[in-house]
């Protein structure tokens, strides 16, 4: 596909995606949305390719949803339209993508971060859901999201005040689970996903859904939940592959089967 709004580079089995509206602060319009899930869509369909990394500028990840695009909107059209609804395919990505944050992460930067799998943060990262100084609220589930990886406290006092965490603060909060210099954040966020990729590809799909049938399940169905496609593993080649490997002290030859 040819892509407006995004630089798509493979390095190896992984895939980079670079957000590029520089004028704009990475705003997410609607050609952003189709840029990403395009991608997304390709990403995932290509068995050459085993992990994504999102990335932004230096200065922002991405400043939010687009304000002059949705300025004049109303109630009608925004609710007819369903419009930022379509950001929750974003989610159904099954391979891993992780979210490289640098500068900005604000509004809907911030919510589409906590959309992929993990964060890694430069130590420039500010995240923040300022949606109540514009007189409305996160809408791609910034207020679900962020409350389940912060907390209430944290996340209360961030969606009332619009109170930016640095990296620092989102590193302890549990917002992201690395903070890097800036100037190693694309490398090491390549670096991460180019080992997750080289995982056995059926145990990274179900590691993925396990993790996050923790967000929708009570404990016992979790744990049900996760018994369940471990026991499926022991059903591929990957786990006899990689059991063997383990005692004959080599490492494994993977075939995703
Ligand atoms: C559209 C944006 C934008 C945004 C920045 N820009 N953020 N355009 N939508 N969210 C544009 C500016 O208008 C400006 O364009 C250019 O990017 C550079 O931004 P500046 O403000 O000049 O940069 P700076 O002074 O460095 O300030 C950076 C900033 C500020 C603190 C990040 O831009 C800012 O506060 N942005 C808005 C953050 C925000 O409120 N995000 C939440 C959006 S609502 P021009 O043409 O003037 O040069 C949201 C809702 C999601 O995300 C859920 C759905 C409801």
Redesign the pocket.
């Given at each position: 596909p040819d892509y407006q709004t995004l630089l798509v580079e493979k390095r190896g089995r992984v895939t980079l995606i670079t957000l590029n509206r520089p004028?704009?602060?990475n705003?997410?319009n609607a050609q952003v949305l189709d840029d990403l899930l395009a991608a997304l869509a390709v990403f995932d369909a290509d068995e050459g390719q085993g992990c994504a990394v999102l990335t932004g500028s230096d200065?922002?990840f991405a400043?939010?949803?687009?304000?002059?695009?949705?300025a004049d909107m109303g109630f009608a059209a925004m609710y007819g339209t369903n419009h930022?609804a379509g950001w929750e395919r974003f989610t159904q990505t099954r391979k891993p993508v992780i979210a490289a944050v640098a500068g900005?992460a604000?509004?809907?930067?911030c919510?589409v971060a906590m959309m992929c799998d993990f964060i890694l943060a430069a130590d420039t990262a500010k995240f923040g859901q300022?949606?109540i100084?514009?007189g409305?609220?996160?809408?791609?589930g910034?207020s679900q999201r962020l409350t389940r990886a912060v907390g209430k406290a944290k996340a209360m006092e961030m969606v009332l005040t619009g109170r930016m965490m640095d990296a620092a603060e989102a590193e302890r909060a549990g917002l992201v689970s690395r903070v890097i210099p800036a100037a190693d954040l694309v490398d090491e966020a390549v670096k991460v996903a180019t080992a997750i990729a080289a995982m056995p590809p059926l145990a990274v799909l179900a590691n993925k859904e396990m993790v996050n049938a923790a967000f929708e399940t009570n404990l016992t169905q979790g744990v049900q939940f996760e018994r369940r496609l471990f026991n499926g593993l022991f059903a591929t080649q990957d786990q006899k592959e990689g059991m063997a490997a383990f005692v004959e002290k080599r490492p494994g030859n993977w075939t995703g089967k």
């Open positions: 004028q704009a602060l705003a997410l200065k922002a400043a939010g949803a687009d304000i002059k695009e949705m930022f900005y604000l509004g809907g930067g919510e300022p949606e100084k514009l409305v609220s996160p809408g791609m910034g």
